[in-house]
């Protein structure tokens, strides 16, 4: 259920149990019917990969030779950053995707220019999705190790569309 007037606070002062609110809200109403709801029309999406850049421009300058350009930053909400769950564009950043309507990279200056950027590594690769001229690389292997590092030592791979939808299939069938 969305409900995009109705606030987690208004739950608690009206007497439902708040068990937990990340995405999703799961609340017990004071008649003890356990709701699981959605605080607005949908959860938040995944708008972009922050990474955090040894040289902003370096980086910008790479990205843009695989086609990310620069786009408005994205918002979940019509306020534009000015509300108290989402915050402006940071200062000095620079947000790039393939298109407006693509998840992109926001390119953050590492504050301390001094120490090196040191990946995470729970990150294996940011993988950038493409779809193959013709629509299938005609049932070759696909190797979708990182071919190439960012400026900032990120490794980035090139994934064909038809084998990340292939992926998903798998996953699902695995899943249920």
């Known amino acids: 259920m969305g409900v995009p007037q109705y606030r987690i606070s208004q ?12 995405g999703w809200v799961n609340v017990v109403s004071p008649a003890g019917l356990p709701i699981r709801s959605i605080v607005g029309i949908r959860p938040d999406p995944i708008m972009f990969l922050a990474i955090n850049c040894a040289d902003v421009k370096q980086s910008e300058e790479f ?25 402006p564009q940071p ?5 790039l995707a ?3 309507n693509s998840m992109g990279v926001l390119l953050l200056q590492n504050k301390n220019k001094k120490k ?7 990150l294996r690769s940011i993988n950038v999705v493409y779809n193959a001229p ?5 049932g070759a292997p696909v190797n979708v190790d990182p071919k ?9 791979a090139f994934v064909p569309q038809e ?14």
Not at 116 to 121: E, I, L, R, S
């Open 11 to 22: 739950m608690v002062k009206y007497g439902g149990n708040v068990i937990d609110a990340y």
């Open 63 to 87: 990205y843009n030779k695989l086609g990310f350009i620069r786009q408005d930053f994205p918002f979940a909400r019509p306020n534009s950053g000015q509300g108290q769950f989402e915050p």
């Open 91 to 95: 200062n000095k950043s620079v947000y």
């Open 98 to 100: 393939p298109s407006p």
């Open 116 to 122: 090196a950027v040191v990946p995470n590594p729970v």
């Open 134 to 138: 013709g629509g299938d690389n005609g």
């Open 148 to 156: 190439i590092m960012d400026p900032s030592s990120i490794p980035v």
């Open 163 to 176: 084998y990340l939808e292939e992926e998903i299939k798998l996953t699902a069938k695995v899943s249920s």
